[in-house]
């Protein structure tokens, strides 16, 4: 009967005893795991704070990517286009790309071989595009902006091939007033092809920050940018058609307003 007694009495001692060690050991644990989690293997943490895009750049996003895309498919089929063509190649070509002013095939003397339209609103000069220039590669598109009465005509021109020999120039020409109806604010938008300016929007040129740089040293140098007037953010790229830079710019959601006359 007493070693029963003694036998419960060691039971019962040996069970607080591990109750309490247990208990020590799962409030180490937790202690341990909260160092570890703090110190060393720091939970990750989802960030949901707003990010301050720069209005500028959401702009010209919006306003270039659907000229952008467009350019790119033109530019893949006059590129593709080393060839003599014939007319329906050029009317297809016109219907596909309705801002397209025309498109005329030219000799090496500059003679026009075909054309649509058959009469152009402006007087075309192809003469640059013949010219010798380091600039234009043996197979690779050429361009040039021409200043017209009526408004800057933008030229790009792909050589043709007969028998490996350059026979003349696959020409397509365009006035960026009717580039620039794809985009959906064509009035927040400045267009230029180096100094010549394409197309200004609803600002005078001239009174635009843009106006004031150098653009030949920029497009040296830099692709895109971005930069502060007058307390409003602009910014800008260039899409090289053929050997033309194409500058599309903007200025942020307040652009500077003319000054009433």
Not at 54 to 69: C, H, R, S, V
């Amino acid at each position: 009967m007493h070693y029963s007694l003694r036998c419960s009495v060691a039971l019962c001692a040996l069970l607080l005893l591990l109750t309490g060690c247990k208990q020590s050991v799962n409030n180490t644990w937790r202690e341990t795991k909260g160092y570890y989690n703090t110190y060393l293997n720091t939970p990750a943490e989802l960030d949901f704070a707003e990010v301050d895009a720069n209005a500028a750049e959401e702009n010209l996003a919006a306003m270039y990517t659907p000229i952008g895309e467009e350019l790119e498919k033109f530019v893949r089929v006059i590129d593709a286009k080393d060839v003599l063509p014939d007319l329906a190649w050029i009317d297809a070509t016109m219907q596909r790309f309705p801002w397209l002013s025309g498109i005329a095939v030219v000799n090496l003397e500059g003679n026009v071989l075909m054309q649509r339209p058959a009469v152009s609103m402006k007087p075309l000069n192809f003469a640059p595009l013949l010219d010798e220039n380091k600039d234009y590669g043996f197979r690779k598109l050429r361009g040039y902006v021409d200043e017209t009465p009526l408004g800057n005509e933008a030229y790009v021109a792909m050589p043709f091939f007969v028998d490996n020999e350059m026979k003349g120039l696959v020409v397509a020409h365009f006035d960026a007033r009717s580039l620039v109806e794809l985009c959906p604010n064509p009035d927040k938008l400045i267009v230029l092809a180096g100094e010549k300016v394409l197309w200004s929007g609803k600002y005078q040129f001239e009174r635009t920050p843009f106006a004031q740089i150098n653009w030949e040293k920029m497009l040296g140098e830099e692709s895109y940018g971005a930069f502060e007037d007058s307390g409003n953010s602009y910014t800008w790229l260039v899409r090289y058609v053929g050997s033309i830079p194409i500058v599309f710019g903007t200025a942020a959601t307040v652009p500077v307003e003319e000054p009433a006359s």
